[in-house]
Every structure is written in C-alpha cells, then in structure tokens.
Nanobody
Framework: VQLQASGGGLVQAGGSLRLSCATS????????VGWFRQAPGKEREFVAA????????NYADSVKGRFTISSENAKNTVSLQMNSLKPEDTAVYYC???????????????????WGQGTLVTVSS
C-alpha cells in the first residue's frame, strides 16, 4: 500500500490548511488511518485518527477543536482540515494506515503498517 500526503505549505498563525492522504488502493475501506507530525528536534507524535468506516475519530488534545479528520472513500482520500493554526503546529505531517476489521482508531506509531512520505507545514507568527 502506498500513501501520498499532500497539502502542506506556509501559512500565517490563525490560518488554515487542508492536508490530503491518498492511497494506491481502490479505497481506504478496511483501513484505519492516522495523521502524525514531527517537529524539528522532536519525536513523531499522534495528531488524529479515523476508523475504517469513517464514523469514529480521535484527536490529540493539542489539536482538538481545531483539526478535523475525514475520509472520502470515493476519492481514496483521508483529509486533515487544520484551522486556527499556531506556530507550534509547524512540523512534517505524515499519514499512516493499517488494515483492520475492528471499528476503532489507533494512536500509536507502532500500530501502523504503512506510511506516507510527509508534507511540511510551516506556521509563521
């Protein structure tokens, strides 16, 4: 499974960006998907996740109320809408996926089998 993350860029604090994660498979059905980020000098951390059916989501406390993860299986895409961006959101954002028959989300790096290449988000103050 190949994943392609896109949509990163430079934005001012308070602005918005929409990241997309596209899969080489026909759709993300039966795959749980997550977004992670890694800031310079820091470890990769969980941001948001969605289950395979798209009806359960999970967010890191630092992004709750600002970020929204959604799946568009018809487009083979999982998106991360990021609003009210802060300088501390600056990082390389990665999408990840794993096959699962369970209707749950996953928040740990080791729980994911497939990773995209990352897209850089820079938020200026």
């Amino acid at each position: 499974v190949q994943l392609q993350a896109s949509g990163g860029g430079l934005v001012q604090a308070g602005g918005s960006l929409r990241l997309s994660c596209a899969t080489s498979k026909r759709s993300f059905s039966t795959y749980a998907v997550g977004w992670f980020r890694q800031a310079p000098g820091k470890e990769r951390e969980f941001v948001a996740a969605i289950n395979w059916s798209g009806d359960t989501t999970n967010y890191a406390d630092s992004v709750k109320g600002r970020f929204t993860i959604s799946s568009e299986n018809a487009k083979n895409t999982v998106s991360l809408q990021m609003n009210s961006l802060k300088p501390e959101d600056t990082a390389v954002y990665y999408c990840a996926a794993r096959p699962t028959g369970l209707r749950r989300t996953y928040t740990l790096i080791g729980e994911y089998a497939y990773w995209g290449q990352g897209t850089l988000v820079t938020v200026s103050s």
